[in-house]
C-alpha cells in the first residue's frame, strides 16, 4: 500500500524515474479500486451503461489520472524513454505496447532522466552512472 501512497504523494512530478515495482503496484491498485468502485456504483444505481462507467468510478478516474500520468512517465523515463512515449496510450493497441513496454528493467545505473531508483549508480563505474548519455549532469 506504501507504494500507491508514495505514487499518489508524487501527484504530479514528471521528473526522474519509477522502479517497475513501484508503476506495477499502483497499477493493480487502482483496477482493484476501479473494480470496487464500479460494484459500488452497480449497487447504489449510480452507473451509466451509456457511459460505461458510474459517478464513484468517474470521481476515481479523474482523481488518479494525473498520478497515473506522472508514474507512466517517471517509468519510462527509467527504461531511458522520453515520456512523450506515454502518447502511445491513444492510438488503437498503444495501451497494449505501453504496457510491454513497462515492463522492461530499467537502465543500470544514472541516465539523463536521472539516478537509479534502486540505488546502483555506482555499479557500472561511469563517473556520471550513465551507461547512454554522458552529458547527464546530475
Do not use: C
Amino acid at each position: 500500500m506504501n507504494w500507491y501512497i508514495d505514487v499518489l504523494k508524487k501527484y504530479a512530478v514528471f521528473k526522474g524515474r519509477a522502479r517497475r515495482k513501484e508503476y506495477w503496484i499502483f497499477i493493480v491498485f487502482n483496477m482493484f479500486f476501479s473494480l470496487v468502485l464500479s460494484q459500488a456504483d452497480q449497487m447504489l444505481g449510480y452507473y451509466d451503461a451509456k457511459m460505461g462507467i458510474g459517478t464513484l468510478g468517474m470521481v476515481y478516474a479523474a482523481a488518479v489520472f494525473l498520478p497515473t500520468l506522472a508514474v507512466t512517465v517517471r517509468r519510462l523515463h527509467d527504461t531511458y524513454r522520453s515520456g512523450w512515449w506515454a502518447l502511445l496510450g491513444i492510438v488503437p493497441f498503444g495501451v497494449i505496447a505501453l504496457l510491454i513496454l513497462q515492463a522492461f528493467e530499467g537502465t543500470k545505473g544514472g541516465n539523463r532522466f536521472g539516478p537509479d531508483p534502486k540505488g546502483n549508480d555506482s555499479a557500472n563505474g561511469n563517473s556520471n552512472g550513465s551507461p547512454k548519455d554522458d552529458t547527464f549532469a546530475g
